[in-house]
């Protein structure tokens, strides 16, 4: 009887191990360690690089054109159009996560004339990297909450 119970308990700890797994592996999957590496070295490889309105890359960028080109290099496709376009598509699929829920290599979109015109990718809690045109330039900057509407993460069907 008591080799019973302790098989029971067993049995049950490894359902449960199981299960967790299960869930894990069946949702929205986060992304990968290697993706949100492969976006962080992308984006803090232009650091420095000269901002153009409308350039993509690969040494001149604006600021969605750095987003889509360092998800590019990651193996992960958004849109190549404007900050407004990016954030609709990811957030049309499911991408949206809250601001304190942000990672490295999750997009960050700002507005500031109602509409989404501006984006950064996170590079930990306090660090972004954006080309910004004020600067002329891709900068690693303070992350501050101000005209934040909305943060996106690299979803599973993009890459």
Partial sequence: ?????KMVAVLTCVC???SLFTISVNAAVPP???????ISQAASSKIGCYYSWGAKGPNEFDCSGLAYWCYK???VTIPVGTAYTQQGTLANNGCVVSAVSRRVGYLIFYSYNATYDHVSICQGETSIIHASSSKGK????TYSSS????VCRPCNWFY
């Fill in 73 to 75: 290099a990651a193996g």
């Fill in 1 to 5: 009887m008591k080799k019973m119970k």
């Fill in 16 to 18: 449960f191990v199981v």
């Fill in 32 to 38: 990968s360690v290697q993706i949100i590496m492969d």
């Fill in 138 to 141: 891709v900068v690693s900057a």
């Fill in 147 to 150: 005209g934040v509407a909305s």
